[in-house]
């Protein structure tokens, strides 16, 4: 198990880290480009510099941003790293928690598995809808549904790891729990 | 309050309490809301991403999150904490005084308390429990209080979420965190110092003036970041997203070139792990947007309206109460839960009763940072606990006159809201 | 039988012109059959996923933008173009018109969304920073390296640089600190907007280019008015126009007054040289990828209406 999973992870988190890099290098490149455009001879020496080549960033960074999120949470994301209320779930004798991930694994699994279907059907119609500007990066065939689907995969993906969860509950094989600290920099 | 709302409430509750991640919870909790209610489920899905995808100003999250991570992992952190000591190292208490004003210059760069305790926080606390006057309670407990202001001097991400969430604007958001973090800044000095005084902490070695121009060399270009930051946004170059790249940026030339302390596989796990970060908060920033259509699609704004008509609260009253539910919540909760899920719930009310919506971001992100130190729950607390070893119990024990002095801080900032509006009115801000 | 429940979303704020009309003109109208709901503030539905969320069943109605059907039938972006609508009187003739027939049919049947009435937003000028005495905005050459903020898509951006100005993408909320600091050299918007967000405190001049007379239409489920019946069906259009019209008195006469007011707070306002914009920003479409799109003779059949 081990040996096939373990590069798979490794995998999972060099995209991640890569569409982080992507994102940070084109703000950046946001930033360069709005600075260059005022000072004349720039644009006027390096015409691929005009800011009108680079409309896209905006719309590249949050596309790449919804990536992120639900990449990072279907594969990349460890339990520990959630936001969550665990007080209760510490407090608890060890079978009780076991009971606990049983049982919100299952709704967890068995909901998001039963969203698939009704959420593709919203996700459907936007196969006309074209972007904003990712056009002018990825070339004309792109539209609202392609960058959406990631969506999708995450309603698969994070399914397929409660229900993984949850056996090992039954199997009582589980780690040790622990507290979500240092992972955590949004506060 | 329909039934499914409430439905929606209890499965969502009862899901979060047995651990679930709340993202999740509140995901599960609305599909059970649109079921009831005869809409469909694929809405959630629709509604989360559609949000995620517009919210422009969420940007800054991630980004903040690497600049914070690369700030730790270069060696800005001892820098600037080196030029602290020189600064106020020779006064009684003088390593606790350092230890509160290296997160107020930490502060103006990171806009994180989880970051400022992991960095700069665990190195003073192993250099005041060395010196041997301190004891490593104390230690833990003066960290954690004077990380608080990380996310109360700009940037902040804390301040970017409620953004998002009360749509008022970051710029001035942030400009009115600032007069706010010194008074707290001020608060815990005082208090630092006179509990030294009281229980006579010896004297730090003082650092020779003539050390004090090197360490002031050596940490000058991290000191320029916050006015790099500051001019970014208030000068015109950047929007407040934008500075958290430059941020970043300024961040990784200072310890890759200037410093060269990063080597590229530390950056690769910089980069990974504030993937996973940015991941998992942004996984609840999607659940918050869920919880705010259900909101609107109740209609629970107008309902709040009318109650608020019959009821003749004074908003004083009102802010007091709100204040002293978001502390009480702050044991048990997250900050990042309580901006994003609990306090929505508030700003149609504080509409309603003419509440400045700046002035009320503020007070919330002071009193989200305050939850972050109080037992049970406090996440600095873990976060100082991992990173040192020192038992969580030592800390608590020392935790509780700064938790004293942080909620008189906060209630001053209650009572006199130009405390708040001052920087942002000079800014031209109308409200 | 139960009221229907008519579930509106819209980015706009409740003191918007057309957030009025429709509660006070269009929400009576359909009282007897229908219970009319509106969200304000894109609270219910996120901008810009308003008609995909009719199409879904999600919502009834919406008020749409042409620049939102463009992204999904192209053709439309020829409503979004600078100098094709001449005035408001002129917009109303052109959606009556058989012309516009294909496009409304279209976004029926692939969208299942009708589009009741045509709502006046008002006239698009350009408003800048800088003092008149600094920067004096009479033809496209004048607006050389302004950052001018327009909305983030290809179409308003292709529009600014017609114009003749560098676009500059932002978020709206972001506009008045960039206008502020300095960040952006100016925005394009019609006067209620200028004085709705306030930028007359932070901008010096609106020079009245008229670049784009902007329009919204009343978009309404195809699935809820196949279940209403024909009597309910004139009532809701009926509405729908009344509320359209109401609007459009309220935003001409608002556009008129606010110059004063404008003026009032000490800003220049004044007339350029609108044939030459006019010329230059038709010039830049011909040939574009958006002409294009559009279908034949349509550009003509809309000349044809205007004076
Ligand atoms: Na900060
Ligand atoms: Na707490």
Redesign the pocket.
């Known amino acids: 198990m081990n040996r096939i999973s373990k590069p798979l992870l490794q995998l999972a988190e060099a995209v991640a880290a890569f569409m982080m890099a992507a994102m940070f290098a084109t703000f950046i490149l946001q930033v360069v480009i709005r600075y260059t455009a005022r000072i004349v001879w720039i644009p006027d020496t390096f015409p691929w510099l005009e800011p009108s080549n680079f409309g896209w960033t905006l719309e590249f960074c949050l596309a790449l941003w919804l990536w992120l999120v639900f990449w990072g949470n279907a594969f990349v994301v460890r339990d520990q790293d959630h936001v969550s209320f665990d007080i209760l779930y510490f407090a608890v004798p060890d079978r009780v928690r076991r009971g606990f991930i049983i049982v919100t694994g299952l709704a967890i699994g068995i909901g998001l598995l039963l969203s698939i279907d009704p959420t593709w059907d919203r996700f459907k119609i936007l196969r006309l809808k074209k972007t904003a500007t990712l056009s002018d990066l990825f070339g004309d065939w792109i539209r609202m549904r392609d960058v959406y689907a990631i969506y999708i995969l995450f309603l698969i993906a994070v399914p397929a790891r409660y229900f993984w969860r949850v056996w090992q509950a039954f199997r009582s094989s589980m780690s040790e729990p622990q507290h979500t600290s240092e992972g955590r920099l949004d506060e | 309050m329909s039934l499914a709302f409430l439905l929606c409430l209890v499965v969502l509750f009862v899901i979060a309490a047995m651990g679930a991640p709340i993202a999740y919870a509140i995901i599960v909790g609305s599909f059970v809301y649109l079921a009831a209610s005869g809409q469909s489920i694929g809405v959630a899905g629709k509604v989360l991403v559609d949000g995620l995808f517009q919210s422009f100003i969420l940007l800054a999250v991630p980004l903040f999150i690497v600049a914070a991570n690369i700030m730790n992992a270069g060696t800005i952190s001892d820098r600037l904490l080196r030029f602290c000591i020189a600064l106020v190292g020779r006064f009684r208490g003088g390593l606790g005084h350092v230890n509160i004003l290296a997160s107020l210059v930490?502060?103006?760069?990171?806009?994180?308390a989880v970051a400022d305790a992991a960095g700069i926080g665990k190195i003073i606390i192993e250099m005041m429990t060395k010196s041997g006057h301190y004891t490593r309670g104390y230690a833990a407990a003066i960290t954690a209080a004077s990380a608080t202001?990380?996310?109360?001097?700009?940037?902040?991400i804390p301040m970017v979420l409620y953004a998002l969430v009360s749509n008022s604007s970051i710029g001035f958001l942030f400009l009115g965190?600032i007069l706010p973090?010194l008074l707290i800044g001020l608060v815990l000095m005082l208090l630092n110092g006179w509990i030294s005084h009281r229980r006579k902490f010896a004297l730090e070695e003082p650092i020779a003036l003539a050390e004090v121009p090197k360490l002031t060399f050596e940490a000058f270009p991290a000191l320029l970041m916050p006015a790099i930051l500051l001019y970014g946004i208030y000068g015109g170059v950047t929007t407040p997203t934008e500075a958290a790249a430059v941020a970043a940026l300024y961040a990784l030339i200072l310890s890759a070139v200037f410093y060269r302390a990063l080597k590229l596989s530390t950056f690769y796990s910089i980069l990974v792990s504030s993937a996973r970060s940015s991941a998992s908060v942004g996984i609840v920033i999607g659940g918050a947007l869920i919880l705010n259509y259900i909101v609107a699609s109740e209609n629970i704004p107008n309902l709040v309206a009318q109650a608020l008509v019959g009821l003749d609260v004074s908003p004083l009253t009102f802010l007091l109460s709100v204040n002293v539910l978001i502390l009480l919540l702050g044991c048990v909760l997250d900050a990042s839960t309580i901006i994003l899920v609990i306090i929505p719930l508030f700003l149609p009310a504080c509409r309603e009763l003419g509440i400045d919506l700046v002035h009320f971001g503020v007070v919330a992100v002071v009193n989200c940072m305050i939850g972050l130190i109080t037992p049970p729950y406090g996440i600095l607390l873990f976060v100082i606990n991992a990173v040192t070893g020192i038992p969580l119990v030592e800390i608590i024990r020392e935790i509780w006159l700064f938790l004293a002095v942080l909620v008189f801080a906060l209630l001053l900032l209650i009572l006199f809201p130009g405390i708040t509006l001052f920087l942002p009115q000079l800014f031209g801000y109308a409200g | 039988q139960d009221k229907i429940t008519l579930r509106m979303s819209t980015p706009a704020s409740d003191s918007d012109q057309r957030s009025i009309s429709l509660a006070t003109v269009f929400g009576p109208a359909v009282e007897g059959f229908a219970t009319y709901e509106p969200h304000y503030n894109a609270s219910l539905v996120a901008q810009g996923s308003e008609l995909e969320a009719i199409s879904a069943g999600d919502l009834e109605m919406s008020i749409a933008s042409a620049q939102e059907l463009a992204t999904f039938f192209p053709e439309f972006s020829i409503f979004a173009t600078g100098y094709v609508h001449q005035d408001a009187a002129h917009q109303v003739k052109v959606f009556n018109d058989p012309l516009m027939d294909p496009f409304k049919k279209k976004v029926e049947d692939e969208l299942g969304v009708k589009l009741l009435a045509v709502m006046y937003l008002g006239r698009r000028h350009v408003n800048l920073r800088f003092p008149r005495s600094e920067k004096n905005v009479m033809t496209p050459a004048d607006l050389a390296g302004v950052n001018l903020r327009m909305p983030g898509s290809d179409a308003w951006q292709f529009l600014g640089k017609a114009l003749g100005a560098n676009p500059t993408p932002m978020a709206f909320t972001e506009v008045y600190t960039a206008l502020q600091t300095g960040s952006v050299d100016g925005q394009d918007n019609p006067l209620p907007t200028v004085v709705d967000a306030k930028f007359y405190e932070v901008t010096k001049q609106i020079s009245l280019t008229s670049h784009l007379v902007d329009l919204n239409y009343i978009a309404f489920s195809k699935a809820v008015w196949d279940k209403l019946t024909p009597d309910q069906q004139a009532a809701v259009q009926k509405a729908a126009e009344d509320a359209a019209e109401n609007g459009r008195q309220a935003q001409l006469k608002k556009e008129e007054d606010l110059v004063a007011f404008l003026k009032d707070k000490g800003l220049e306002i004044y007339e350029p040289d609108l044939k030459a914009f006019r010329e230059h920003v038709q010039a830049q479409y011909v040939g574009s990828s958006f002409a294009a799109a559009w279908p034949e003779g349509v550009l003509e059949k809309i000349n044809a209406l205007g004076n």
């Not at chain 2, 930490?106 to 994180?112: A, E, P, Q, V």
């Not at chain 2, 202001?149 to 902040?156: E, F, L, N, R």
């Open positions: 930490f502060s103006g760069m990171s806009g994180s202001i990380g996310p109360i001097i700009p940037p902040s965190g973090g």
